[in-house]
């Protein structure tokens, strides 16, 4: 059974951090890149960060970059996403999701999903 499985969500104060996971099972993990999402309150979903399979280069919305790091630890078949001076627009469900086309800003080249972590900035 293919997993995706997000954790380390939570509620933090503006400036604060958080590193969510994303620990996924049931496929071959090296060979997909796995890129993280975002829904905020009333607002469409968007890529977020994604890191490609092996050697694992990295890509990020230009509202995260130099704040959010992208990582993945293949022997753990886990994606982690560093999180440092999160801000109110930071607030949103969190998925991650594996596609073997690539890191593509496009939601139908995913072919896993997670079911989602709360990440809520308060001021």
């Known amino acids: 059974e293919v997993q995706l499985v997000e954790s380390g969500g939570g509620l933090v104060q503006v400036g604060g951090s958080l590193k969510l996971s994303c620990a996924a099972s049931?496929?071959?993990?090296?060979?997909?890149?796995i890129h993280w999402f975002r829904q905020a309150p009333g607002k469409g979903r968007e890529g977020v960060s994604c890191?490609?399979?092996?050697?694992?280069?990295?890509y990020y919305a230009d509202s995260v970059k130099g704040r959010f790091t992208i990582s993945r630890d293949n022997a753990k078949n886990t994606v982690y996403l560093q999180m440092n001076s999160l801000k109110p627009e930071d607030t949103a469900v969190y998925y991650c999701?594996?596609?073997?086309?690539?890191?593509?800003?496009?939601?139908?080249?995913?072919?896993?999903w997670g079911q989602g972590t709360h990440v809520t900035v308060s001021s």
């Open positions: 999701a594996a596609s073997n086309r690539g890191c593509r800003d496009y939601e139908p080249f995913y072919d896993y």
């Open positions: 049931g496929f071959t993990f090296g060979e997909y890149a």
């Open positions: 890191v490609s399979t092996s050697p694992g280069k990295t």
